[in-house]
């Protein structure tokens, strides 16, 4: 991937503000724009009897195969991370980089105020719509930035229920609401995929997205062998099955656990070397569909965590 050595002066992020914005963009993610730009999806209709033709029928008789062009590829990549192992700061760092926070994320501002990340363009996201009319915004324009990261996963969906709850459960959240039968939930995955299509769309106009999210160990329930505990993501299983399906690397950070086998029993010391993985594991979710090597060991100089991630990427 190409590297900026030059970053671009710090600035706000705009949001939009006010009704009437918001109001502009509330539909986005329902059918419209980006989901669907005819509104309807064409049916495939079968070839009609000799001499006649079919109506409104599919016209795929110019469809021909051709061999594509190699590209340098424009990632989208979830970084799940164990408390303190540096997501954030990986993204800051990043050349042309700006963040999207969630509503109750503070990481990037404590780093900042600590001298530890460099000022890049940030924006505070309040709501579900917000977020929806600054991607809207974004995907008529040209960004200004390479890469833009959401910080942090848990956060947004946060968002997003609340959103879908007051909307379609007059803001009951109990059993006659939202958490009645999982129905909150089937439809605040609709409205969540109508999210990542808006960042496919930002893919295409070559911004690289990011997607943090914190982990949380899990008992797993295991078919074929004794239960396990596993790290997850702190998302909704729901949730987080369409972003795996989304991403095209899933990588997974942690410390390397260091085995004291002194004594009558082997004891784990925490280690402070950091590693990601990118291979699906008992333990962990990972994927990867970018060429990455099983495991990359981090350096310690976050500045250049970034780099080394990318530059196994499209080699």
Wanted: hydrophobic share 35%; net charge neutral.
């Amino acid at each position: 991937m190409q590297k900026t050595t030059q970053r671009r002066r710090p600035q706000d992020m705009a949001l939009p503000k006010g009704p009437s914005e918001i109001t502009a963009v509330a539909g986005f993610f329902n059918g419209g724009g980006i989901m669907s730009p005819q509104g309807t999806i064409p049916k495939f209709a079968p070839p009609a009897p000799k001499g006649k033709t079919n109506k409104g029928a599919a016209n795929v008789s110019s469809l021909k195969l051709s061999t594509r062009t190699r590209q340098q590829p424009v990632p989208k990549i979830v970084i799940n991370a164990v408390e303190g192992w540096g997501k954030t700061s990986t993204v800051a760092h990043a050349p042309d980089a700006a963040i999207l926070q969630a509503r109750d994320e503070t990481g990037y501002e404590t780093l900042q105020d600590a001298g530890r990340v460099p000022d890049i363009p940030v924006a505070r996201v309040e709501s579900w719509l917000e977020l929806v009319g600054f991607l809207r915004q974004q995907v008529t324009t040209e960004p200004d930035y390479k890469i833009l990261a959401l910080d942090a996963l848990d956060g947004f969906e946060r968002l997003c229920h609340e959103h879908v709850c007051n909307r379609d459960f007059i803001g009951e959240w109990g059993e006659k609401g939202f958490a009645s039968y999982q129905k909150g939930y089937d439809r605040a995955v609709t409205d969540w995929i109508g999210m990542l299509q808006a960042l496919d769309a930002l893919q295409d106009k070559g911004v690289v997205i990011v997607l943090l999210g914190h982990v949380q160990i899990r008992p797993f329930k295991s078919p074929d062998t004794e239960d396990y505990d596993r790290y997850t993501t702190s998302v909704h299983h729901k949730t987080w099955a369409v972003t795996h399906k989304w991403a095209d690397a899933v990588l997974f950070g942690k410390f390397r656990t260091i085995i004291d086998d002194k004594g009558n029993r082997a004891k784990a010391i925490g280690g402070k070397e950091r590693v990601l993985y990118t291979e699906h594991r008992d333990a962990w979710d990972a994927k990867n569909r970018l060429g990455l090597p099983e495991q990359i060991d981090v350096p310690d100089d976050p500045a250049k965590v970034w780099e080394t991630i990318t530059s196994y990427i499209g080699g």
